[in-house]
């Protein structure tokens, strides 16, 4: 079982561009969240797909946006990068409907905003 | 709305110490809580959950009780090790209403153990 796996493992982008975060969650697991790690921080949650739809969203302009695919996998956009996004960007992956089953983070991508 | 404060850090010890991590938070609800560790380089893993008050989660020597009256879940280890240098997260989420999981965490504690 290969986990959850994200990609890139690093990305440097500049002011204004556009950004995918892709994620593949762990065998079985159905929900996937995003989280958004600044430097020296707790992960703060974005967002939540769970059957293609996004479910719950956290305090993030909508200058992040989200997809999930029928085979549960996805991603992550931002729009119009601002610096204040770089930050390390986690997919977290959760099976079961228990809302309090263990969710499981990928290593994360390392975004850097220039 | 929900959070969790963790005690400041850094926190460094010598090999064989005792660890306390304090962690308190605020919920509207009945939330489930946990512990994530996050080693230098990767992602966040569970350490150990309590879902219920006067639960005991522990795993690998850590050990944390959910006390509702105080609203605590300190992490505690008798006996570090320098493999347990890493950055703790606690963290809640609540099981009930639309929260479906989301999980909110502390700042996080780096503890770093020398031999």
């Known amino acids: 079982d290969a986990g959850v796996t994200q990609s890139p493992t690093h990305l440097i982008k500049t002011r204004g561009q556009q950004v995918t975060l892709r994620c593949s969650p762990k065998?079985?697991?159905?929900?996937v969240s995003w989280y958004q790690q600044a430097l020296g921080q707790g992960p703060q949650f974005i967002f939540q797909?769970?059957?293609?739809?996004?479910?719950q969203r956290g305090n993030f302009p909508d200058r992040f946006s989200g997809h999930q695919f029928p085979n549960y996998s996805s991603e992550l956009n931002v729009n119009a990068l601002l610096l204040g996004d770089s930050a390390l960007y986690l997919c977290?992956?959760?099976?079961?409907?228990?809302?309090?089953?263990?969710?499981?983070f990928g290593p994360g991508t390392r975004l850097t905003v220039l | 709305g929900d959070s969790v404060t963790q005690m400041e850090g850094p926190v460094t010890l010598s090999e064989e110490a005792f660890l306390t991590i304090n962690c308190t938070y605020t919920?509207?609800?009945?939330?489930?809580l946990f512990w994530y560790v996050q080693y230098p380089g990767e992602g966040l893993q569970l350490l150990l959950k309590?879902?219920?008050?006067?639960d005991k989660g522990s795993n690998k020597g850590f050990e944390a009780t959910y006390r509702k009256e105080t609203t605590s879940f300190h992490l505690e280890k008798g006996s570090v090790q320098v493999s347990d240098s890493a950055v703790y997260f606690c963290?809640?989420?609540?099981?009930?209403?639309?929260?479906?999981?989301?999980?909110?965490f502390g700042q996080g504690t780096i503890l770093t153990v020398h031999p």
């Open positions: 977290a992956s959760r099976g079961g409907r228990r809302p309090y089953n263990e969710q499981f």
């Open positions: 065998s079985g697991h159905d929900t």
């Open positions: 797909y769970y059957e293609e739809e996004e479910r």
């Open positions: 919920a509207t609800g009945y939330p489930s």
């Open positions: 309590a879902t219920k008050a006067d």
């Open positions: 963290a809640l989420s609540d099981a009930r209403g639309t929260s479906y999981g989301k999980l909110t």
